[in-house]
Each structure stands twice: as C-alpha cells, then as structure tokens.
C-alpha cells in the first residue's frame, strides 16, 4: 500500500503556487531578492484583488515578506520568500515528487 503524502494546502492553492514558484528561484544561493507586484500579477495573470488575497495568505502563513515603499512618489509592493517560505516550498515540491514517483 502506498504511503500517505501530505500536501501543504496554503501552497497547492493555484495562484499561491505561482507566487512560490515565482519567488522560489530569487532566493537561492542565500540572497532574497524580491519582486514587486506589477511583475507577480503578470506572471501569475491574476487579477489585483485576487493576486492581494492570495499575497494576504501567504504572508499571515509566513511564506512570503511584503515590503511597501514608495519609488518616485508611487507605491511599490515588494515581495521575496521568507526562510520559512523556502522550507515549506521545497517540502511541497518534494511531496509532489513522492506523489508522482
């Protein structure tokens, strides 16, 4: 009988998933660089409430670290991985392999 994997649910939800795997590449090699919102909603295609919401999940879960800064008088969301993020996102990936395995 096959073992039970767990998968995180904060993670496997569709557009969290793209903001990790999005966000997971930027914080390798210990450096956490960031990307801002405009850049996330373009690559998740999500819309600005939606791609908010799931921002909100991942932040209060601990994943993900929101900065807000102004850059010539315009508001600009930055978002990187946490130390947390990176653990947990890795696990998932890992779980998923021992899914498809």
Known sequence: MAESVEINKIIHQPVRLKIMAALR????????????????????????????????VLEKAGYISVVKEFHKRR??????????????????KKSLIRIIS
């Not at 508001?75 to 998932?92: C, N, Q, R, V």
Request: hydrophobic content about 35%; glycine content about 10%.
């Open 25 to 56: 590449p930027l914080a390798s090699n210990g450096s956490h660089s960031s990307l801002d919102f405009s850049r996330l909603k373009a690559i998740t295609g999500a819309t600005d409430g939606n791609l908010g919401a799931q921002i909100e």
């Open 75 to 92: 508001p600009k969301t930055l978002l990187s991985l946490t130390a947390s993020g990176i653990d947990e996102f890795d696990d998932y």
